[in-house]
């Protein structure tokens, strides 16, 4: 039988998260590995009336491409992936690690240039997206390798996530709506401001914020959610922080890491594990060392780390910042093959103020 979590966790995304209509073209991404999943949203788009199209890889498939891809094949774009970034009118994409140490070996160079060269579908996608034209939404399938990554058994980390993403709730497709009065009057209390200042051990950091749009997140994009973000200035950031949790990207770890940013610019930057990644991804192009993303969490309902950003990023008490290409919808203009998100944790010693006034001391809201 199949878990009524997942069940309820479809009907959120289709229902909810992207609003499937009838007629609508509805790509799902995903791994062989969250079929459950997978199957209850590929019903749920048809009980909406839309067209799924499935996009299912293997497990060790991505390992097989940086071990064999040469540079042409690196470069290579598949039509398939261009044609559902330009014409498709939803992506749903169901991450399904088995497991998590599969890319730890590959080349980073590789890696880079592969990203690069999908570049152009980063910039399309979100430009389809703040334009309103394209609707998506990104969530994960529990699986033994997310688990052992949070330190909790399978059943454990089943019941933490599919409570987090509020499937238990009795009416789930309204669950998020209901549940996010404190980020949209944080949200609206922050917009209009001009600098955001950013304490913690290890972390001054200052961002300047005038003129950017705050965005609100309430489970249309991510799921679970609860955060609220903005594109800094891209020149404006200046001083250091020091990330607390293992940040992961494209299949590979970092931990320990440290930036310091000169005029929005990341001038020096360390990692106590995975540095030569770190600095491959910082030198992919010149965007990839400013900022794209300032964002701060407001899920309490998430209180330790897990090694998955989708996670981490929202704990409440925490901000994350993401170097690379920004949102256009925030007014960000930084452009980049790169978006990385990062974590630091302000719930012991943290601060942060915004023009002056304190929003959070030691990861509790102050205002709204």
């Not at 996010?180 to 600098?195: A, C, F």
């Not at 965007?287 to 897990?306: H, K, Q």
């Not at 989708?310 to 704990?315: F, G, M, R, S």
């Not at 203009?333 to 302000?346: G, K, Q, R």
Request: charged share 25%; with cysteine; hydrophobic share 40%.
């Amino acid at each position: 039988m199949r878990d009524q979590r997942a069940e309820a966790l479809a009907q959120i995304l289709v229902r909810y998260s992207t609003h499937v209509e009838k007629g609508d073209v509805c790509v799902i991404q995903s791994t062989t590995a969250a079929e459950v999943l997978v199957q209850a949203v590929y019903e749920e788009v048809l009980r909406a009336g839309g067209h799924p199209i499935m996009q299912l890889t293997t497990t060790g498939m991505q390992a097989a491409f940086f071990e064999h891809a040469s540079d042409e094949q690196l470069d290579w774009v598949s039509p398939m992936s261009r044609w559902a970034t330009e014409q498709a009118d939803v992506r749903i994409a169901i991450m399904a690690d088995v497991n998590a140490r599969e890319l730890q070996g590959a080349d980073p160079a590789k890696q880079a240039r592969a990203q690069k060269a999908r570049k152009p579908l980063m910039e399309t996608s979100m430009k389809r997206a703040a334009e309103g034209e394209y609707r998506w939404a990104l969530t994960l399938f529990p699986t033994e390798a997310y688990a052992a990554e949070a330190g909790m058994s399978l059943r454990e980390y089943e019941d933490f996530y599919y409570a987090a993403c509020l499937t238990d709730d009795p009416d789930p497709v309204t669950a998020w709506q209901r549940q996010s009065d404190q980020v949209n009057r944080l949200t609206e209390w922050i917009s209009g401001r001009s600098e955001v200042r950013i304490q913690a051990p290890g972390t001054d950091l200052t961002l300047g914020v005038e003129g950017r749009t705050w965005i609100p997140c309430t489970g249309q994009h991510n799921m679970p959610d609860g955060e609220f973000f903005t594109g800094p200035v891209e020149d404006s950031v200046n001083g250091e922080v020091a990330f607390s949790f293992p940040a992961g990207y494209g299949g590979r770890e970092v931990a320990g890491v440290r930036f310091r940013f000169e005029d929005g610019r990341v001038v020096d930057a360390s990692a106590e594990q995975g540095e030569d990644f770190l600095i491959e991804m910082l030198d992919t192009d010149e965007g990839a060392r400013r900022l794209g993303e300032l964002g701060i969490g407001t899920n309490f309902g998430i209180s330790d780390g897990t090694k998955e950003i989708l996670l981490d990023e929202k704990i409440g008490g925490t901000v994350h910042l993401a170097i690379g290409m920004s949102y256009p919808e925030t007014g960000g203009a930084n452009s980049s093959a790169v978006h990385w998100d990062m974590v630091c944790d302000l719930r012991e010693g943290g601060s942060l103020t915004v023009d002056g006034e304190e929003l959070q001391r030691d990861g509790r809201f102050l205002v709204a």
